[in-house]
């Protein structure tokens, strides 16, 4: 028995030869990219569950941060406002206390001049007679 073929029916092979062999390792890969797309919608719900929580997140904080910055604003305003009472304090407190030690500081130098007078100088001066 001997087989005879020429160059077509032997093209013919090779070319059912080729798509066999694209069939059989095109339906692995066919395979594969459906498990890669079920991978792919798993992680994407994943995704969204993780965006949902990071948006809660995010809301909180804006919400935290909007408490922080009035809190800030109100110290802020306490600051002023000490600072405006530290100026009047200093103000109305200082001429009088200034006042009141110079009268002290007076008060103490004509007591010392009163009362430790020179003895030897005793008032008057001496005649001459002639």
């Known amino acids: 028995m001997t087989i005879t073929a020429d160059v077509y029916d032997i093209a013919i092979f090779l070319i059912g030869l080729g798509f066999f062999i694209i069939a059989v390792a095109l339906v692995p890969a066919i395979l594969q990219l459906k498990r890669t797309f079920k ?38 305003d306490l600051g002023v406002k000490v600072t405006g009472l530290g100026e009047l304090v200093v103000d109305n407190v200082r001429g009088p206390v200034i006042n009141f030690l ?29």
């Open 39 to 76: 991978a792919v919608e798993d992680l994407t719900q994943e995704t969204r569950k993780t965006v949902e929580i990071v948006n809660f997140v995010g809301r909180k904080v804006q919400d935290q941060t909007a408490d922080i910055e009035e809190l800030i604003a109100r110290v802020k």
């Open 102 to 130: 110079s009268f002290l500081f007076g008060a103490e130098e004509g007591f010392k001049r009163f009362f430790h007078r020179d003895r030897a100088k005793k008032g008057g001066g001496t005649d001459e007679q002639l």
